[in-house]
């Protein structure tokens, strides 16, 4: 028995190469294995060399070598290619025995396979992974969902390899996160917050690239400066380094010779359609990948650029209280990206019954991912103050934070649109805020319009909530003079 592995991974591409070793540093026996198995061999032969691993040639091999219960991780392409290995695994498995999802997997997926597994009397853990491949060798933010039982044996693991956070570096982030595919569904959401704070900064970079003509060495330094403050964040941070990296080809900055044509890999427009399903406003995630989409008809923009016209997109004002609006625009708004992401899991627990933590949410973030930020802390306290909160907008912090940079922000979305400079996801982000702040929207007339057209009914402010009418518009009007 001591012989056998404590943990087994199927998949060594980069991410599974990586979350291998990081479990094997943490004093596991590891057992791999590998479609293409000359894979398997390289990496006995290379980066686990002298360490504690098995290598196996086929998973029935790999499954004899692992202790009961017995628990296999899955770090493949999303898609079939999990369902496949689930049904080659299951008869080799025993009632217990614990299979873990740890791929880039749509939640319904996962809600439908826990099921499927557990009617085979095996545990199925679906588990979002996030940090890239050095998380993954350093210490990832994991969100774990799934058969609540796997918990427990996984749980020393997964904490172990987890990146930590906290006065004394020794808070895991890493905490079940509920049932069935909630875990995968959190993990949806961090990609999509991720996805529009990357577009956010993004157009703060390019305000002030084309409204000031910052340099990229002048970029640098305001990027290193917002660090410090309430933007520190590791998106931040990468944003400062960029720009100083120089193309060893040519000498010139490499951000400048990088392709304006952004690509995706789905998450983001995961979340956006599950909102859509929802009835919930997830406006800037939405204006995230739609930015994207439109980068990526480059040689349409092209030739659009040679036909229609636009403003002079330079700032005439001053350039360093301009820079310290793009802060505070910046900063409002990603408190509106995040304000939305949590509606969203709200309304997505509420659907599902998933008994959700969204302290214990934001806590999973504070390290190891992408969308980690000190911002993080707040948004825990928020939730443990108030675990009914509403929305982060609604917590004094965030509301107070908001109010303090309105006025900043509103001229940076209105210079933009005056200057002709594209932020979509600022200007939904204000959007949002407006909308949300207000008692009455013009939602009345639309009520009207459905049902002069189509008879869809509708409630009125001097009757109870939920009371249905109709009016006859045809017959009421007034005849046009």
Known sequence: MSDLCDFGLIGLAVMGENLALNVESRGYKVAVFNRTTSVVDKFIAGRAAGKNFVGCHSIEELVKTLKPPRKVMMLVKAGPAVDSI??????????GDIIIDGGNTFYADTERRTKYVEEQGLLFCGTGVSGGEEGALKGPSMMPGGSRGSWEHVKPIFQAIAAKVGPNNDIPCCEWVGPRGAGHYVKMVHNGIEYGDMQLICEAYFMMKEALGLSNDELYDVFAEWNKGELDSYLIEITRDIFSVKD??????????VLDRAGAKGTGKWMSQLALDLGVPSTLVTEAVYARSLSALKDERVRASEVLEGPDPKYSGDKKEFIEQVRHALYASKIVSYAQGFVQLQAAAAEHDWPLNYGDCALLWRGGCIIRAVFLDRIKEAFDKDPRLENLLLAPYFGEAVEKAQDAWRHVVATAATLGIPVPAFATALAYYDGY??????????????DYFGAHTYERTDKPRGQMFHTEWLELRKEPS
Do not use: E, H
């Open 86 to 95: 689930i049904d080659q695994l299951i008869p080799l498995l025993d009632k």
């Open 248 to 257: 060893p080809d040519t000498g010139d900055y490499m951000v400048d010779k």
């Open 437 to 450: 702040r207000r008692a009455n929207l013009p939602a009345n007339l639309l009520q009207s319009q459905r």
